[in-house]
Nanobody
Framework: QMQLVESGGGSVQAGGSLRLSCAAS????????MGWFRQAPGKEREAVAK????????YYADSVKGRFTIFQENAKNTVYLQMNSLKPEDTAMYYC???????????????????WGLGTQVTVSS
């Protein structure tokens, strides 16, 4: 059973940066991709970024392209989300997820992810 633990959230002013981390343990054989999702109050959870395990192929939501970067350190079983030029609309709970992604060349829906972390809060003030 894979476990995911997010960290790195916090409060920043608009234009600032944060780096989220997702440490994975156990069950790596049951997934081929990692993703970041976010959910703001009163809104649906949305996919933000995706990376295939052991690959540099990455995919992003249009709203974060050019500002967010997903990358991984395989030796540490950790996936990161570097967030720059943050905007108030980026405020949300951010979740890390792992799964067997079958949607190629774009973000995968939440249904393709089997494992989820508990989330880390990101708040961006104007």
């Amino acid at each position: 059973q894979m476990q995911l633990v997010e960290s790195g959230g916090g409060s920043v002013q608009a234009g600032g940066s944060l780096r989220l981390s997702c440490a994975a343990s156990g069950g790596a054989y049951s997934s081929n991709c990692m993703g970041w999702f976010r959910q703001a109050p009163g809104k649906e959870r949305e996919a933000v970024a995706k990376i295939y395990t052991g690959s540099t192929n990455t995919y992003y939501a249009d709203s974060v392209k050019g500002r967010f970067t997903i990358f991984q350190e395989n030796a540490k079983n950790t996936v990161y989300l570097q967030m720059n030029s943050l905007k108030p609309e980026d405020t949300a709970m951010y979740y890390c997820a792992a799964g067997l992604c079958s949607t190629w060349w774009e973000l995968s829906p939440s249904s393709e992810y089997n494992y989820w972390g508990l989330g880390t809060q990101v708040t961006v003030s104007s």
